[in-house]
């Protein structure tokens, strides 16, 4: 793919003097997705970036099946290609030493993929052939996939994908600031161009995808802003024996906080250790050889001791922000800007390209210089997302309560879950249906989650013993309504809010 082609003239060049029909404010993962989208809807598209060279992030690494399914259904789903992508076939959970696999759903079980009308042509639904990613597997495999890569390799995929379209002009800029009408409707963006000065852009919408430290999402409202609970401390490990291939690794135990491990390139495997708080730990390697060292999977050991030595710590605050709806007149916020989630799920992608899809079929035929029928629209869209990114949200939050267990009966509830897991069949298959975000039903969660509360509860009362049963009885109320506080709340705010 062609990414980085254009000259850094072509990419300060837009023209100022005409009405685009859409600004896009960022090229992360959802911005080209959006514009790529636009463009092949007929629309005119400005799309500006403050820096178009690869990004080194330790975020979105890992992609659910969900997000696979859906750069199908824009016709972007080659993105993944030529970048030494790993192929995941999915999770392999550890719970103090003892082990469960969990593989990724069967393709027969859920829906098959949606093909948004003029964004998928010529076979851009489908993978091709390269070094890691075989057509064969991804395609005929009776199971979905999801797919593991270097982050920047694929943005910049993404970014070369954005650049084929002729519809869409790049510009390299930091946008400073959505501009209003008297009637506070958004009518474009002005953008600090290096050499151009600070130039205005005008079009009949403007879509925010500046991410998760958006500066522009409180153009939807001042109190549109995230909580920040945990953080996750990354490091790279190399040339890793991982203990289940094609498989993303959760490592749980009563006495650490989760660790997500995962492969990203033949060389190269991310390990993210989560942190109970977003100020992160005064002495980060004494805290790693201490709480996380100890838990390490045997076969990780070598790299990851090696890694450790070495010391390139990288950390990331994780974020929780529900989404809302966009009711300002010429504007979509999108993406991270819109709604986040606890990375424990790798969900982040999956949702924001699941909105781009759905964006797609609700708005990508309208006329834009309608803006109240667009308005209309979006205000539609922000209900019908809840079925998908709820499932996503929730599922992410209550789960990392439950994994990174601070209390007894957090703890009680995290051994239930695995042994939960443990029993096979619809007790692994709707879990991770729900995970890897193919099952858009929120009360199905709610049962599911519930269902893991009863049975952590039975676990209890039979470790617990005849001459137990008084205490395991007492613990029962007390487990119950831990789980009702790890998840009603959550799943209130995202289905009322
Ligand atoms: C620790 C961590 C791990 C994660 N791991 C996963 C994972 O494994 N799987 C997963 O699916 N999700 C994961 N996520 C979430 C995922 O990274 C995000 O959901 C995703 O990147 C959101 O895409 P976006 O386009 O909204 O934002 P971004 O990808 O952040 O893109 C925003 C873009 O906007 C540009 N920009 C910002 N401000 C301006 C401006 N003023 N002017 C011009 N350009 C601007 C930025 O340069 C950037 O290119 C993780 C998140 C965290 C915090």
Redesign the pocket.
């Known amino acids: 793919m062609s990414g980085g082609k254009a000259t850094n003239t072509d990419l300060k060049n837009a023209d100022a003097s005409i009405t685009y029909d859409a600004i896009i ?9 959006v514009a790529t989208g636009l463009a092949r809807k007929g629309k005119k598209v400005l799309i ?4 178009w060279s690869m ?1 080194d ?8 099946p969900g ?1 696979v399914r859906a750069l199908r259904s824009l016709g972007m789903v080659q993105s993944i290609n030529d970048i030494e992508a790993i192929p995941v076939t999915g999770y392999t959970v550890f719970y103090n030493g003892e082990k469960v696999a969990i593989p990724y759903p069967y393709k027969a079980d859920i829906a098959p993929v949606e093909k948004v009308p003029k964004l998928v042509r010529d076979g851009n639904d489908k993978v091709t052939e390269d070094k890691t990613i075989h057509v064969k597997d991804f395609e005929e495999d009776e199971r979905e996939r999801g797919v ?1 890569f270097v ?1 920047g390799k694929f ?1 910049q995929n993404l970014r070369a994908i954005v650049a084929e379209e002729p519809n869409v002009t790049r510009l390299q ?4 600031e959505i501009l209003k009408n008297g009637h506070n409707e958004v009518v474009g963006a002005k ?1 600090d161009i290096d050499g151009r000065g600070k130039v205005e852009f005008k079009a009949h919408i403007t879509f925010v ?8 999402r409180k153009e939807l409202s001042t109190d549109h802003v995230p909580t920040v609970g945990s ?2 401390v ?1 490091m790279s490990l190399f040339h890793a024996k991982m203990p289940s291939p094609n498989h993303g690794h959760v490592i749980l135990g009563t006495e650490h906080m989760p660790i ?1 491990v ?1 492969q990203i390139s033949p060389e190269e495997t ?1 390990i ?1 250790c989560a942190y109970n708080s977003p100020k992160l730990p005064s002495d980060v390697k004494a805290w790693m050889t201490k709480k996380v060292q100890p838990y390490i999977p045997e076969s990780l050991r070598p790299s990851f001791d090696e890694a450790l030595a070495q010391g390139k710590f990288r ?5 929780y922000l529900p989404g809302r709806q966009n009711n300002v007149i010429g504007m979509c916020v ?5 709604n ?2 606890h ?1 424990l ?8 390209l699941n909105d781009v899809v759905l964006l797609m079929k609700k708005i990508g035929d309208l006329d834009f210089s309608d803006r109240e029928v667009v308005l209309d629209e979006l205000l539609d869209y922000h209900y019908e997302r809840k079925s998908y990114d709820s499932v996503i949200n929730v599922l992410s939050i209550a789960l990392y309560s439950l994994f990174a267990a601070d209390s007894k009966d957090l703890k009680v509830l995290q051994k239930g879950c695995f042994k939960y897991f443990k029993r096979g069949g619809d007790c692994v298959k709707l879990p991770v249906s729900f995970l890897s975000g193919v099952m858009p039903r929120p009360f199905l969660l709610t049962r599911v989650f519930f269902a893991v509360a009863f049975y952590a509860v039975y676990v209890n009362f039979q470790e617990r013993g005849m001459a137990g049963f008084p205490v395991a009885l007492i613990e029962a109320f007390s487990i119950l309504f831990t789980a009702a506080r790890v998840f009603t709340p959550y799943l209130y705010t995202e289905m009322i809010g």
């Open positions: 404010v960022g090229c992360g993962v959802i911005g080209p997705c500006v970036e403050r820096e990004p992030r330790i975020v979105g690494e890992l992609m659910q997000g593991g982050h943005l800029g930091n946008v400073v953008v995808c500046d991410g998760i430290f958006s500066k522009f953080s996750f990354g997500l995962y991310r993210l950390s990331m605050p994780n974020s999108i993406g991270d800007a819109l986040m989630r990375p799920t790798g969900g982040g992608m999956t949702v924001g």
